[in-house]
């Protein structure tokens, strides 16, 4: 069954950094695109950033381009999210998510996957 777990929020002071973790089970990960999404208190969820079973093509939103690095290991079924220059509105709940398929182009993938884990909280303080 396809499960995966997501780690490293917390608080942080505006400009900070935080590396936020995902680790997946249950199926060979390398075939797969693998994405981080949010959603802030009072929001719905929106993507973040997203990555090519390879890793070598990403995608990111607008509001953190230049500001968060994408990266994934196969090797041991992890991805991750490095986020600099964190501003206050950072702050929400951070999901890792897969999709159920394999292939496609990343922007495909803009609305959602199919699997999620139970998010990881950041807070960013001024």
């Known amino acids: 069954q396809v499960h995966v777990e997501e780690s490293g929020g917390g608080l942080v002071q505006v400009g900070g950094s935080l590396r936020l973790s995902c680790a997946a089970f249950g199926r060979p990960f390398s075939n797969y695109a693998m994405g981080w999404f949010r959603q802030a208190p009072g929001q719905e969820r929106e993507f973040v950033a997203a990555i090519s079973s390879d890793g070598e093509t990403q995608l990111y939103a607008h509001a953190v381009r230049g500001r968060v690095i994408i990266s994934r290991d196969n090797v041991r079924s992890m991805m991750y999210l490095q986020m600099n220059s964190l501003k206050p509105e950072d702050t929400a709940v951070y999901y890792c998510?897969?999709?159920?398929?394999?292939?496609?182009?990343?922007?495909?993938?803009?609305?959602?996957?199919?699997?999620w884990g139970k998010g990881t909280s950041v807070f960013v303080y001024s």
């Open positions: 998510a897969v999709p159920d398929r394999q292939g496609g182009d990343l922007v495909d993938y803009y609305g959602g996957m199919d699997y």
